[in-house]
């Protein structure tokens, strides 16, 4: 431990760790000593172990979101395949846009149509885009062929 | 469950996760050697006990941030230290129970060797001489040569001036070398 004791020799300490322990031994009831005391660290120990579980405890949050994170998966699997069903019919979705749109503003066409003699392109632009879109296109469409 | 020859080291990283099995063991290993301190201190077996519980419950309270790599018995053994110096000072009798004392003469040097025979004897011969010194010489040899204290640690701890331990700790060595003179007598 230091340069102190590198002087003494181990069957000194020895017989002098033996003597005070020896010496100690009469002197108190050990049995009802150590009793007492782990009644009284029991609770501290208690948390040295919970607080060890809780350490750990990111493995069973990991383990809980793995379970979680499967049928989660299959439900995204599963929207995605319905999805990439529905692409292939993407013809019939685009044309039922275009008759919403071409019905939304119908009537601005018509009058449109009457003034500028442009309906057919205007009617395009409709098919490829959304109705609120195609109604600001027009309205500046419009403009232009004023 | 911890085995009797298992280091300090691997006790105290189980009693780190709660085993209570390693802190009894280890509380066995410490118990006595710590309870001899505090009763030198206090001069009183109750106030020792007291005192050395609290250093246990200390210890284990502090347990989760001690580094198990360093020896786990001057680190306890200072907890004791300063808990029975802490009960020293409250019951403000320190003069009392520290008092300066000369060294007892002492007949360890007249043991004849034929009385020697038996190891258990040995040992109660030693435990005598060492009864005969003074209560400070006791502490102050318990723990430089014991619990692996330095001259200037013991003064720091009890107070006093470092001079005055280093010749306290040669005075109580020569007595106890005293008493095993005839053990190295019979080895040789």
């Known amino acids: 431990m230091n340069e102190e004791r590198e002087e003494l020799s181990g069957e000194y300490v020895a017989e002098l760790r033996g003597a005070i322990e020896a010496a100690a031994a009469g002197e108190a009831d050990w049995e009802s000593f150590h009793v007492r005391l782990n009644a009284a660290v029991a609770s501290t120990l208690a948390e040295l172990r919970e607080g060890l579980s809780t350490g750990a405890a990111w493995w069973d949050h990991a383990a809980r979101a793995g379970m979680a994170a499967v049928p989660l998966g299959l439900a995204a699997a599963l929207l995605l395949f319905v999805l990439s069903r529905n692409t292939g019919s993407y013809p019939s979705t685009r044309a039922g846009i275009t008759v919403a749109a071409s019905s939304t503003d119908s009537a601005r066409e018509a009058f449109e149509s009457a003034l500028t003699g442009q309906s057919a392109r205007r009617t395009v632009i409709a098919a490829l885009l959304p109705a609120p879109a195609a109604a600001f296109l027009g309205d500046s469409s419009g403009g232009r062929a004023r | ?188």
């Open chain 2, 1 to 188: 469950m911890p085995q009797a020859d298992e280091s300090d080291a691997e006790l105290v990283a189980r009693v780190q996760r709660g085993d209570r099995d390693a802190f009894d063991w280890l509380a066995r290993r410490y118990a006595k050697r710590a309870f001899a301190v505090a009763n030198r201190l206090l001069q009183n077996g109750a106030d020792a006990e007291d005192v050395v519980q609290d250093a246990f419950i200390a210890a284990v309270n502090a347990i989760d941030s001690f580094d198990s790599s360093r020896p786990f018995g001057p680190w306890f053994m200072r907890i004791v230290l300063n808990k029975g110096l802490t009960a020293l000072r409250s019951r403000a009798a320190e003069s009392k129970h520290l008092r300066s004392s000369e060294l007892v003469e002492n007949d360890a040097h007249a043991i004849s060797t034929e009385s020697l025979r038996d190891r258990a004897e040995i040992r109660e011969r030693f435990r005598d001489a060492m009864q005969l010194l003074p209560q400070r010489q006791q502490l102050i040899v318990q723990l430089a040569d014991v619990e692996g204290f330095t001259s200037a640690e013991i003064a720091g701890q009890l107070g006093i001036p470092s001079g005055t331990v280093r010749w306290l700790l040669h005075q109580a060595r020569e007595t106890l070398r005293g008493a095993l003179a005839p053990l190295r007598r019979m080895d040789s």
